[in-house]
């Protein structure tokens, strides 16, 4: 028996935001999360907004220069859109590792990034893409990106009476990039992530244009890693590996947990690191691996 003290089934967003503007409600999409912390009596007492019949917050689509991915979007969903396969493959790559299929069909990407896990398996993938996070409430809508919003285990920097409405990927800017996500898990995708990777990578001319990498579970927060305007113009070789490694050791704090070990996670680190780029640069054209 879950102890809700209120349930309220909003058909619009302006509805929905307007009861979070009056009352602390906690919002409620595929419930993959917020039912097990219910059952867990982590949460009690807790008044939701189910956000299930808000069609608004459904579906793929073009808005411009963007693909919008709205935040009640299913994970099966992702992995059959024709949309993701076209411009963000490997979010689709990284939403086959969620679960099984009955938590990919009930699951929402809107949920799994509005909860701060850091074992979140789509963040990677959505940081190396760009994502920018699409929030809105009564007073207005502000569009951030995705990397700002994360603040430490299982928080967000959400107001209390804003809703995560959609993620937005800048598709003009994501043309030729190859990409390539890595969960480490002890029993693969039925377990959180011990470290989930993900390096995105362009070239052009025989050099690189884009190269990127995020890391889940590394530390706190998510992390995007590496600014293309670094690396534009080098050598895709094993030389640049080593300094990609060499950087992305420097700028982080690797966390302990009781899943690994810091030690164990620096060295995953750089054997993920390692096959993602290089399966990257086997995915782009006329370069070999």
């Known amino acids: 028996m879950l102890d809700l003290k209120n349930v309220y089934t909003p058909s619009s967003l302006e509805e929905a935001l307007a009861l979070m503007a009056e009352q602390k409600l906690r919002p409620l999409a595929g419930g993959t999360d917020l039912v097990v912390d219910l059952r867990n009596k ?166 690189i244009e884009r190269l990127r990498c995020a890391l889940g579970v590394a530390a706190p927060v998510p992390l995007r890693l590496l600014r293309d305007v670094d690396w534009a113009g080098r050598q895709p070789d094993e030389a640049l590996v080593e300094e990609i490694l060499a950087e992305i050791e420097r700028s982080i704090q690797l966390r302990d947990s009781w899943r690994a070990s810091k030690e164990y996670r620096e060295h995953l680190v750089r054997v993920l690191i390692r096959d993602a780029f290089k399966h990257c640069l086997a995915q782009t054209e006329g370069i070999k691996s």
């Open 42 to 207: 982590v949460l009690d007492n807790t008044s939701v907004v189910a956000l299930g019949r808000i069609e608004a917050l459904r579906g793929i689509r073009r808005e411009g220069d963007s693909l919008c991915i709205g935040a009640l979007t299913t994970f099966t969903e992702i992995i059959n859109s024709e949309l993701i396969a076209s411009h963000a493959p490997v979010l689709a790559e990284a939403a086959r590792t969620i679960a099984g299929p009955q938590i990919r069909n009930a699951a929402t990407i809107g949920g799994n990034v509005a909860n701060g896990a850091v074992s979140a398996d789509s963040i990677p993938s959505l940081l190396v893409y760009d994502a920018v996070a699409r929030i809105q409430s009564v007073e207005g809508k502000r569009e951030v990106p995705l990397q700002d919003i994360f603040t430490g285990p299982g928080k967000t920097n959400l107001k209390q009476n804003e809703l995560l409405t959609g993620l937005l990927l800048p598709v003009e800017e994501l043309a030729g990039l190859k990409a390539h996500y890595i969960k480490y898990s002890v029993r693969k995708s039925m377990d959180l992530a011990v470290l989930g990777v993900a390096v995105g990578l362009s070239v052009k001319d025989g050099v």
